[in-house]
T-cell receptor, first 115, second 115 residues
Framework: EAGVTQFPSHSVIEKGQTVTLRCDPI?????LYWYRRVMGKEIKFLLH????????ESGMPNNRFLAERTGGTYSTLKVQPAELEDSGVYFC?????????????FGPGTRLTVL | QKEVEQDPGPLSVPEGAIVSLNCTYS??????FMWYRQYSRKGPELLMY????GNKEDGRFTAQVDKSSKYISLFIRDSQPSDSATYLC???????????????FGGGTRVLVKP
């Protein structure tokens, strides 16, 4: 069974540009999460989808970040316009219906560098 | 003050030694505790999941939770060079509560097991 995949693995952009990160969860997982780790800090929650609906977006830093999960499958996280402080590693995780199990499986992350 | 405190290390031990890792937390609402292992340029991988005070063993790994002290530990017996990684503690409140699916992480402890 394929794990959580993320694309790209690394992105380098200039301040003011737009970047879109993609996450493909484990097949059949209703729950999809985005987390971020900025340099020197802990991994922090950004938001949680249940199927195509945003369940909790309390961790989204500001309105430059837009997450979508059309059709309840893969998800995208767009940063527009990117700022220097957005640099870090963006992780996606997925889990099954929480009535079955709630273990979150993480992808390898997308390393974003904003110059 | 961070919700979860974890010594960043690095923690260097000789092969075969016991590795002892710990986290403290301030939020008494945390009821579920996890330890993740992260190799360089990879995503976090779940090692242990506990929800009650006391010990849980899985092979060479033992997770310990003391809710009264708000303190959790992970012990790795007979450590191997392949155990060299960053170990992250994570925790959450019960499902069904606000933000129940959100994981709160410690900063991670880097462990180096020398042959």
């Amino acid at each position: 069974e394929a794990g959580v995949t993320q694309f790209p693995s690394h992105s380098v952009i200039e301040k003011g540009q737009t970047v879109t990160l993609r996450c493909d969860p484990i097949s059949g997982h209703d729950n999809l999460y985005w987390y971020r780790r900025v340099m020197g800090k802990e991994i922090k929650f950004l938001l949680h989808f249940v199927k195509e609906s945003k369940q909790d977006e309390s961790g989204m830093p500001n309105n430059r970040f837009l997450a979508e999960r059309t059709g309840g499958t893969y998800s995208t996280l767009k940063v527009q316009p990117a700022e220097l402080e957005d640099s870090g590693v963006y992780f996606c995780a997925s889990s099954q219906d929480v009535r079955v199990a709630d273990t979150q499986y993480f992808g390898p992350g997308t390393r974003l560098t904003v110059l | 003050q961070k919700e979860v405190e974890q010594d960043p290390g690095p923690l260097s031990v000789p092969e075969g030694a016991i590795v002892s890792l710990n986290c403290t937390y301030s939020n008494s609402a945390f009821q579920y505790f996890m330890w993740y292992r992260q190799y360089s340029r990879k995503g976090p991988e779940l090692l242990m999941y506990t929800y009650s005070s006391g010990n849980k063993e899985d092979g060479r790994f033992t997770a310990q939770v003391d809710k009264s002290s708000k303190y959790i530990s992970l012990f790795i017996r007979d450590s191997q060079p392949s155990d060299s990684a960053t170990y992250l503690c994570a925790m959450r409140v019960p499902l069904g509560e606000a933000a129940g699916n959100k994981l709160t992480f410690g900063g991670g402890t880097r462990v180096l097991v020398k042959p």
